[in-house]
């Protein structure tokens, strides 16, 4: 274990935003995470879990011992006769994964590529993209728990995802299931369909497939058509810092949704099956005007409303500061408009 100190985390979080780690520790398998719980001056220090940096807000420096989790690997883990079992390390690029089942003729990840961030953030947000979510494809996990010091695996269900969401959100409660602060995800596996059957109901696919010739595309196609899909709509953080949607998609009831057809008869919503509504937050943002409008650095991004951007690049970057306030104003103008508050999707740190 190699402890460094005052890290420059710019290159580790998507926005780009400038801030250090007081103190670091880059973790490449257990015994890195074990050396940090026994070792006396560590063991006691606060720590901050760091992934592809893909969906947080830095607004400052970091104090807590930063845990960037750097597990490598990818391998066929087993099969059974519906499916692949694939495993990956946390620490692989989340895209890295998607193209590598493509290439090995394990299909199911498609619809996900280009998320950017890890393996090992993709549970703990159940990401998801064009009518699939992590947890349709998901097997188990293998987590450390910063408690104990063991090792342990959890099923799906025992990860309890829900949009966005799942057990590694949630702080310990009376029910014992949250773990946020406390587990470390360290290697995932995900059971991929032998019988593999397209995924295509989002409306962006839907027109991607009308538009070519192709109406039985196999899933190199449709990884083609998402990557295609995002980079006309979604900033590259390579080129723009960004952390891909801001705020999640809010539901409501049916009269709620009523309510706000009354005030604006265009608004962009999905019927779920539990009879609620989900609301695009890209479109309630985007009728409120915020495109393109900026705080300091920080903007909305012009394609999507949906995306905050770093407008400074490298040289000049953003704050967290800015970033903040610009979402706050961009929180107030809908409540006043619409009645509702968005919720962010990335952790402030
Ligand atoms: N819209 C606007 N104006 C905007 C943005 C969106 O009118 O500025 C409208 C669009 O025209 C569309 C609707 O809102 O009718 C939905 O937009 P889009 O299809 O772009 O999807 P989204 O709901 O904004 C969600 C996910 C994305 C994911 C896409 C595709 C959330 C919070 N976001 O975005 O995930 O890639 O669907 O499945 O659920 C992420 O979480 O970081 C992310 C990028």
Not at 124 to 145: H, K, P, T, W
Not at 220 to 237: E, G, T
Not at 242 to 259: I, M, R, Y
Not at 278 to 294: E, M, P, Q, V
Request: proline share 5%; hydrophobic share 40%; with cysteine.
């Amino acid at each position: 274990m190699n402890l460094e100190k005052n890290v420059p985390l710019q290159p580790y979080n998507t926005f780009g935003i400038a801030a250090k780690a007081l103190a670091l520790v880059r973790v490449r398998d257990e015994n890195d995470l074990r050396a940090v719980l026994t070792d006396p001056q560590l063991a006691t220090m606060p720590r901050q879990v760091l992934g592809g940096g893909s969906n947080i807000v830095l607004t400052g420096d970091v104090k807590a011992l930063v845990l960037k989790i750097e597990v490598q690997g990818l391998r066929l883990a087993s099969e059974t006769d519906k499916h692949w079992v694939v495993e990956a390390g946390a620490g692989v690029g989340w895209h890295d994964l998607v193209a590598w089942t493509l290439d090995n003729g394990y299909p199911g990840l498609e619809n996900l590529a280009l998320i950017p961030g890890s393996v090992g953030a993709s549970p703990v947000q159940n990401i998801g993209a064009y009518g699939v979510e992590l947890q349709d494809r998901f097997d188990s996990l293998d987590a450390m728990d910063l408690l104990t010091g063991e090792l342990f695996s959890l099923n799906a269900a025992q990860c309890g995802f829900g949009y966005r969401d799942s057990v590694f959100k949630h702080a310990a409660g009376p029910d014992g299931l949250g773990l946020a602060g406390r587990a470390v995800i360290l290697r995932v596996r995900f059971a991929l369909p032998k019988r593999w059957k397209p995924e295509l109901g989002y409306a962006d696919l839907e027109r991607k497939m009308s538009e070519s010739a192709n109406h039985t595309p196999d899933a190199r196609q449709i990884f083609d058509w998402v990557c295609a899909i995002r980079r006309a709509k979604l900033p590259d953080p390579q080129v723009i810092g960004n952390a891909g949607s801001f705020f999640k998609n809010p539901t409501v009831t049916t009269e709620q949704c009523a309510d706000i057809i009354a005030r604006d008869p265009k608004v962009v919503h999905y019927h779920l099956d539990d009879g609620r509504i989900k609301l695009a937050a890209g479109w309630l943002i985007d009728s409120c005007g915020w495109k393109g409008k900026t705080v300091g650095h920080a903007g909305v991004y012009e394609k999507q409303a949906l995306v905050l951007v770093n407008k400074g690049g490298r040289e000049n970057p953003c704050t967290g500061g800015e970033v903040m306030t610009l979402a706050k104003a961009i929180q107030t103008s809908v409540y006043e408009r619409f009645g509702i508050l968005l919720e962010p999707e990335p952790v402030v740190i």
